[in-house]
Protein backbone atom coordinates (compact mmCIF):
# COMPACT_ATOMS: atom_id res chain seq x y z
CA UNK A 1 0.00 0.00 0.00
CA UNK A 2 2.87 1.95 0.82
CA UNK A 3 5.18 3.58 -2.19
CA UNK A 4 9.26 4.18 -2.19
CA UNK A 5 9.99 3.20 0.71
CA UNK A 6 8.15 5.94 2.60
CA UNK A 7 4.36 6.44 4.36
CA UNK A 8 2.85 7.43 0.81
CA UNK A 9 0.05 6.17 -0.79
CA UNK A 10 0.96 7.31 -3.75
CA UNK A 11 3.88 7.43 -5.77
CA UNK A 12 5.05 10.49 -5.16
CA UNK A 13 7.83 11.59 -8.01
CA UNK A 14 9.98 13.56 -5.59
CA UNK A 15 10.70 10.09 -3.93
CA UNK A 16 10.62 7.97 -7.21
CA UNK A 17 13.62 10.26 -8.53
CA UNK A 18 15.38 10.06 -5.14
CA UNK A 19 14.86 6.12 -5.28
CA UNK A 20 16.19 6.42 -9.23
CA UNK A 21 19.30 8.69 -8.64
CA UNK A 22 20.25 7.94 -5.12
CA UNK A 23 19.92 11.51 -4.01
CA UNK A 24 17.09 14.45 -3.92
CA UNK A 25 16.58 15.60 -7.53
CA UNK A 26 15.91 19.50 -7.39
CA UNK A 27 14.10 21.22 -10.70
CA UNK A 28 15.71 24.62 -11.70
CA UNK A 29 12.79 26.68 -13.26
CA UNK A 30 13.82 28.43 -16.57
CA UNK A 31 11.82 30.53 -18.86
CA UNK A 32 13.13 30.59 -22.68
CA UNK A 33 10.74 33.33 -23.61
CA UNK A 34 8.42 31.06 -25.51
CA UNK A 35 5.21 32.49 -26.48
CA UNK A 36 2.13 30.23 -26.98
CA UNK A 37 -0.31 29.96 -30.27
CA UNK A 38 -3.33 30.61 -28.36
CA UNK A 39 -1.86 33.87 -26.85
CA UNK A 40 -0.12 34.68 -30.18
CA UNK A 41 -2.96 34.78 -32.61
CA UNK A 42 -2.29 31.84 -34.24
CA UNK A 43 -5.18 30.21 -32.57
CA UNK A 44 -6.37 33.48 -30.20
CA UNK A 45 -5.17 35.86 -28.76
CA UNK A 46 -7.49 35.34 -25.40
CA UNK A 47 -5.36 32.68 -24.12
CA UNK A 48 -7.27 29.84 -21.54
CA UNK A 49 -9.35 31.33 -19.42
CA UNK A 50 -7.16 30.94 -16.49
CA UNK A 51 -3.65 31.68 -17.78
CA UNK A 52 -2.13 35.23 -16.29
CA UNK A 53 0.43 36.85 -18.61
CA UNK A 54 3.72 34.65 -16.85
CA UNK A 55 1.99 31.72 -18.21
CA UNK A 56 1.87 29.65 -15.35
CA UNK A 57 5.87 30.52 -14.34
CA UNK A 58 6.34 30.28 -10.71
CA UNK A 59 9.81 31.32 -10.16
CA UNK A 60 11.81 34.78 -10.19
CA UNK A 61 14.18 34.39 -13.09
CA UNK A 62 14.26 36.65 -15.59
CA UNK A 63 14.43 35.73 -19.57
CA UNK A 64 16.60 38.43 -19.23
CA UNK A 65 18.95 35.81 -18.05
CA UNK A 66 20.64 33.36 -20.40
CA UNK A 67 19.60 29.21 -20.33
CA UNK A 68 22.86 28.75 -19.37
CA UNK A 69 23.25 31.66 -16.79
CA UNK A 70 19.29 30.78 -15.58
CA UNK A 71 20.73 26.89 -14.85
CA UNK A 72 23.72 27.96 -12.94
CA UNK A 73 21.81 30.83 -10.72
CA UNK A 74 19.00 28.07 -9.93
CA UNK A 75 22.04 25.05 -9.56
CA UNK A 76 23.40 27.32 -7.31
CA UNK A 77 20.83 28.72 -5.17
CA UNK A 78 19.52 25.36 -4.82
CA UNK A 79 22.60 23.76 -3.58
CA UNK A 80 23.25 26.42 -0.88
CA UNK A 81 19.46 26.34 0.48
CA UNK A 82 19.43 22.61 0.58
CA UNK A 83 23.15 20.86 -0.32
CA UNK A 84 21.11 20.28 -3.50
CA UNK A 85 23.15 17.95 -5.84
CA UNK A 86 21.56 16.49 -8.44
CA UNK A 87 18.96 18.58 -10.77
CA UNK A 88 16.43 18.53 -13.96
CA UNK A 89 16.38 21.38 -16.32
CA UNK A 90 11.83 22.55 -16.20
CA UNK A 91 11.15 24.83 -18.82
CA UNK A 92 7.97 26.09 -17.41
CA UNK A 93 6.29 29.17 -18.95
CA UNK A 94 4.22 29.01 -21.76
CA UNK A 95 4.93 26.46 -24.47
CA UNK A 96 8.36 25.37 -24.36
CA UNK A 97 8.08 23.28 -28.36
CA UNK A 98 6.34 26.38 -30.12
CA UNK A 99 9.73 26.97 -31.89
CA UNK A 100 11.80 25.71 -35.26
CA UNK A 101 13.72 22.48 -34.48
CA UNK A 102 16.75 24.22 -34.77
CA UNK A 103 16.29 27.13 -32.09
CA UNK A 104 14.94 24.15 -29.96
CA UNK A 105 17.72 22.11 -30.11
CA UNK A 106 20.04 25.36 -28.60
CA UNK A 107 17.59 26.13 -26.04
CA UNK A 108 17.89 22.12 -25.07
CA UNK A 109 21.54 21.79 -25.09
CA UNK A 110 21.89 25.47 -23.08
CA UNK A 111 19.95 24.05 -20.21
CA UNK A 112 22.29 20.66 -20.25
CA UNK A 113 25.26 22.33 -19.26
CA UNK A 114 26.22 21.00 -15.88
CA UNK A 115 27.55 17.44 -15.05
CA UNK A 116 25.14 17.75 -12.26
CA UNK A 117 22.26 17.77 -14.69
CA UNK A 118 20.38 14.36 -14.19
CA UNK A 119 16.76 14.94 -16.59
CA UNK A 120 15.15 17.76 -18.55
CA UNK A 121 11.28 18.50 -18.68
CA UNK A 122 9.25 20.08 -20.94
CA UNK A 123 6.23 21.48 -20.75
CA UNK A 124 3.94 22.29 -23.67
CA UNK A 125 0.68 21.81 -25.31
CA UNK A 126 -0.74 19.32 -27.47
CA UNK A 127 -0.56 21.40 -30.23
CA UNK A 128 3.09 22.52 -30.49
CA UNK A 129 5.17 19.14 -30.84
CA UNK A 130 5.12 17.63 -34.57
CA UNK A 131 7.30 14.36 -35.28
CA UNK A 132 10.84 16.56 -35.87
CA UNK A 133 10.28 18.22 -32.46
CA UNK A 134 9.79 14.99 -30.34
CA UNK A 135 12.43 13.24 -32.47
CA UNK A 136 15.05 16.24 -31.07
CA UNK A 137 13.70 15.72 -27.61
CA UNK A 138 13.87 11.32 -28.13
CA UNK A 139 17.78 12.49 -28.61
CA UNK A 140 18.47 13.62 -25.17
CA UNK A 141 16.20 10.37 -23.13
CA UNK A 142 20.37 8.26 -24.39
CA UNK A 143 21.68 10.24 -21.45
CA UNK A 144 18.70 12.39 -19.82
CA UNK A 145 15.97 11.49 -17.74
CA UNK A 146 13.37 12.92 -20.46
CA UNK A 147 9.93 14.12 -19.78
CA UNK A 148 7.25 15.93 -21.28
CA UNK A 149 4.46 17.66 -19.67
CA UNK A 150 1.26 18.23 -21.73
CA UNK A 151 -1.52 20.59 -20.59
CA UNK A 152 -4.57 18.11 -21.13
CA UNK A 153 -7.13 19.95 -17.89
CA UNK A 154 -10.13 17.76 -18.96
CA UNK A 155 -10.34 14.61 -21.38
CA UNK A 156 -14.11 16.36 -21.94
CA UNK A 157 -14.33 18.15 -25.01
CA UNK A 158 -17.04 20.48 -23.54
CA UNK A 159 -14.64 21.31 -21.13
CA UNK A 160 -11.85 22.11 -23.58
CA UNK A 161 -13.96 24.65 -25.38
CA UNK A 162 -15.63 26.48 -22.34
CA UNK A 163 -11.88 27.43 -20.82
CA UNK A 164 -10.65 28.72 -24.32
CA UNK A 165 -8.00 25.70 -24.59
CA UNK A 166 -7.73 26.01 -28.49
CA UNK A 167 -7.52 21.85 -28.84
CA UNK A 168 -9.88 18.80 -28.55
CA UNK A 169 -8.97 15.86 -26.72
CA UNK A 170 -8.25 13.87 -30.41
CA UNK A 171 -5.61 15.97 -30.61
CA UNK A 172 -4.23 15.49 -27.15
CA UNK A 173 -4.43 11.78 -27.92
CA UNK A 174 -2.22 11.69 -31.20
CA UNK A 175 0.45 13.72 -29.15
CA UNK A 176 0.26 11.60 -26.45
CA UNK A 177 0.76 8.27 -28.64
CA UNK A 178 3.54 10.12 -30.64
CA UNK A 179 5.45 11.22 -28.13
CA UNK A 180 4.99 7.45 -26.01
CA UNK A 181 6.56 5.72 -29.94
CA UNK A 182 9.17 7.95 -29.27
CA UNK A 183 10.43 6.52 -25.65
CA UNK A 184 9.64 9.97 -23.83
CA UNK A 185 8.22 10.33 -20.78
CA UNK A 186 5.03 12.08 -20.46
CA UNK A 187 3.12 13.58 -17.65
CA UNK A 188 0.01 14.84 -18.13
CA UNK A 189 -1.69 18.15 -16.12
CA UNK A 190 -4.81 17.96 -15.09
CA UNK A 191 -6.94 20.95 -14.13
CA UNK A 192 -9.96 19.87 -11.12
CA UNK A 193 -13.66 22.03 -10.82
CA UNK A 194 -12.92 23.39 -14.66
CA UNK A 195 -17.30 23.39 -14.48
CA UNK A 196 -17.37 20.00 -14.48
CA UNK A 197 -19.98 17.21 -11.87
CA UNK A 198 -18.08 15.03 -10.32
CA UNK A 199 -18.82 12.31 -12.41
CA UNK A 200 -17.13 14.15 -15.11
CA UNK A 201 -14.00 14.62 -13.39
CA UNK A 202 -13.98 10.86 -12.71
CA UNK A 203 -14.78 10.43 -16.06
CA UNK A 204 -11.16 12.08 -16.85
CA UNK A 205 -9.62 9.79 -13.94
CA UNK A 206 -10.97 6.56 -15.72
CA UNK A 207 -10.26 7.88 -19.23
CA UNK A 208 -6.24 8.54 -18.45
CA UNK A 209 -5.77 5.57 -16.29
CA UNK A 210 -6.85 3.57 -19.23
CA UNK A 211 -3.63 5.55 -21.38
CA UNK A 212 -1.29 4.30 -18.21
CA UNK A 213 0.73 7.76 -18.21
CA UNK A 214 4.44 7.49 -16.53
CA UNK A 215 3.10 10.85 -14.46
CA UNK A 216 0.47 13.36 -13.76
CA UNK A 217 0.19 16.44 -12.09
CA UNK A 218 -3.48 17.22 -10.92
CA UNK A 219 -4.48 20.85 -10.20
CA UNK A 220 -7.19 22.70 -8.13
CA UNK A 221 -8.56 25.54 -10.51
CA UNK A 222 -7.74 28.91 -9.48
CA UNK A 223 -8.02 32.77 -10.50
CA UNK A 224 -5.28 34.74 -10.84
CA UNK A 225 -5.37 38.72 -10.81
CA UNK A 226 -5.60 39.58 -15.09
CA UNK A 227 -6.91 36.06 -16.19
CA UNK A 228 -10.47 35.55 -17.17
CA UNK A 229 -11.36 33.28 -14.72
CA UNK A 230 -10.80 36.40 -12.42
CA UNK A 231 -13.33 38.13 -13.88
CA UNK A 232 -15.54 35.30 -13.84
CA UNK A 233 -15.11 35.02 -10.44
CA UNK A 234 -15.89 38.39 -9.92
CA UNK A 235 -19.21 37.90 -11.51
CA UNK A 236 -20.21 34.98 -9.22
CA UNK A 237 -19.81 32.47 -12.89
CA UNK A 238 -17.97 30.47 -10.79
CA UNK A 239 -17.98 28.28 -7.42
CA UNK A 240 -14.07 27.15 -6.31
CA UNK A 241 -13.76 23.75 -3.90
CA UNK A 242 -13.57 24.32 -0.31
CA UNK A 243 -10.20 22.26 0.62
CA UNK A 244 -11.75 19.48 2.24
CA UNK A 245 -13.69 18.72 -1.26
CA UNK A 246 -10.58 18.82 -3.42
CA UNK A 247 -8.85 16.58 -0.65
CA UNK A 248 -11.96 14.25 -1.39
CA UNK A 249 -11.88 14.23 -4.80
CA UNK A 250 -8.02 14.16 -4.91
CA UNK A 251 -8.30 10.89 -3.17
CA UNK A 252 -11.13 9.75 -5.56
CA UNK A 253 -9.42 10.75 -8.91
CA UNK A 254 -6.10 8.89 -7.45
CA UNK A 255 -7.43 5.53 -6.36
CA UNK A 256 -8.31 5.16 -10.28
CA UNK A 257 -4.57 5.72 -11.89
CA UNK A 258 -2.30 2.86 -11.82
CA UNK A 259 0.31 2.66 -9.22
CA UNK A 260 2.95 2.83 -11.69
CA UNK A 261 2.12 6.66 -12.87
CA UNK A 262 4.15 8.99 -10.71
CA UNK A 263 2.70 12.26 -9.39
CA UNK A 264 4.14 15.28 -9.74
CA UNK A 265 2.06 17.79 -7.98
CA UNK A 266 -1.61 17.75 -5.84
CA UNK A 267 -0.65 20.70 -4.35
CA UNK A 268 1.01 23.86 -4.46
CA UNK A 269 2.04 27.68 -2.71
CA UNK A 270 0.83 29.52 -6.06
CA UNK A 271 1.98 33.08 -6.73
CA UNK A 272 0.28 34.31 -3.09
CA UNK A 273 0.58 37.92 -4.45
CA UNK A 274 -1.43 37.35 -7.51
CA UNK A 275 -4.08 35.26 -6.14
CA UNK A 276 -7.09 36.16 -6.28
CA UNK A 277 -9.08 32.68 -5.13
CA UNK A 278 -9.65 30.27 -3.56
CA UNK A 279 -7.21 31.33 -0.95
CA UNK A 280 -6.52 28.31 0.80
CA UNK A 281 -4.46 26.79 -1.61
CA UNK A 282 -1.62 29.27 -0.64
CA UNK A 283 -1.25 26.10 2.40
CA UNK A 284 0.92 23.65 0.36
CA UNK A 285 1.50 21.09 2.64
CA UNK A 286 -1.76 21.48 4.99
CA UNK A 287 -3.12 20.09 1.95
CA UNK A 288 -0.66 17.30 1.45
CA UNK A 289 -1.00 16.65 4.93
CA UNK A 290 -5.21 16.37 4.23
CA UNK A 291 -4.33 13.70 1.60
CA UNK A 292 -2.37 11.86 3.44
CA UNK A 293 -4.78 11.39 6.48
CA UNK A 294 -7.91 11.08 4.18
CA UNK A 295 -6.04 8.01 2.05
CA UNK A 296 -5.41 6.98 6.53
CA UNK A 297 -8.70 6.89 7.06
CA UNK A 298 -10.22 4.83 4.11
CA UNK A 299 -7.22 2.82 4.47
CA UNK A 300 -6.88 3.07 0.59
CA UNK A 301 -4.14 4.13 -2.25
CA UNK A 302 -2.96 5.17 -5.42
CA UNK A 303 -4.79 2.38 -7.75
CA UNK A 304 -6.99 1.02 -5.58
CA UNK A 305 -9.82 0.75 -8.33
CA UNK A 306 -7.64 0.95 -11.27
CA UNK A 307 -8.86 -1.37 -14.11
CA UNK A 308 -7.77 -1.44 -17.67
Known amino acids: MYFNGTDKRYNQFSEYLK ?3 GAK ?3 ITLDAGFSCPNRDGTISKEGCIFCDDGGSFSQAHSNKLSIEEQVNVGAETLAKRFKAQKFMSYFQAFSNTYKPVKELEKIYKASLCRDDIVGISIGTRPDCVDNDKLELISSYTRD ?3 WIEYGLQS ?3 KTLLKINRGHDYDCF ?5 MTKEKGINVCLHVILNLFETYEEMMESAKTIAKLEPDGIK ?9 TKLAKMYENKEINFMTEDEYVNTVCDFLEYLPKST ?14 VAPRW ?5 DCLNKIDREFERRNSCQGSKFEL
Open 25 to 27: VYK
Open 155 to 157: VHD
Open 281 to 285: IGKKL
Open 262 to 275: TIHRLAGNGLRTEL
Open 19 to 21: NKF
Open 144 to 146: YYT
Open 173 to 177: LRAYE
Open 218 to 226: IHMLCALEG
